[in-house]
């Protein structure tokens, strides 16, 4: 996760700095998305997928908020970044969350069931059981 959350970061503050690099910064945001969404589907850590946007969260609000002040000059950056890891946080951490899932869940899914406790591997012992 804290990978992920780095990779992510790159991928944000470089999308802030430059708007002419839009389209491959997106591109690599979405196979580092999809190559942690694999892991934990595969894994069946799906639980994490929640996790995972405030992780990346606290990550890249500092470098976002820099990434603002760079692209736009220090006194308008630190409004600019100030709504970016605000109110631009909810649409990001969103994303984050929603193309996460989906691949954490499609994988799960095509992987199939984990293997399954059987009751004849269990022994309840009561309280009179004991000798």
Same mark, same amino acid.
């Given at each position: 996760?804290?990978?992920?959350?780095?990779?992510?970061?790159?991928?944000?503050?470089?999308? /802030?700095?430059?708007?002419?690099?839009?389209?491959?910064?997106? @591109?690599?945001? *979405?196979?580092?998305?999809?190559?942690?969404? @694999?892991? @934990?589907?595969?894994?069946?850590?799906?639980?994490?997928?929640?996790?995972?946007?405030?992780?990346?969260?606290?990550?890249?609000? *500092?470098?976002?908020?820099?990434?603002?002040?760079?692209?736009?000059?220090?006194?308008?950056?630190?409004?600019?970044?100030?709504?970016?890891?605000?109110?631009?946080?909810?649409?990001?951490?969103?994303? /984050?969350?929603?193309? @996460?899932?989906?691949?954490?869940? *499609?994988?799960?899914?095509?992987?199939?069931?984990?293997?399954?406790?059987?009751?004849?591997?269990?022994?309840?012992?009561?309280?009179?059981?004991?000798?």
């Amino acid at each position: 996760m804290l990978v992920w959350s780095v990779a992510m970061t790159v991928v944000l503050a470089t999308w /802030e700095i430059s708007p002419a690099q839009d389209g491959r910064v997106v @591109l690599w945001g *979405l196979l580092a998305t999809a190559l942690f969404g @694999l892991y @934990l589907g595969w894994r069946r850590r799906a639980a994490a997928v929640f996790v995972a946007p405030f992780v990346s969260w606290s990550f890249a609000w *500092l470098p976002l908020w820099i990434s603002a002040m760079i692209r736009h000059g220090f006194f308008k950056g630190i409004f600019v970044g100030l709504f970016l890891i605000t109110v631009g946080w909810f649409v990001i951490g969103t994303l /984050e969350f929603v193309s @996460l899932g989906a691949v954490t869940m *499609l994988v799960r899914a095509a992987r199939g069931r984990g293997p399954q406790a059987d009751g004849d591997g269990v022994i309840i012992y009561g309280p009179n059981d004991i000798v």
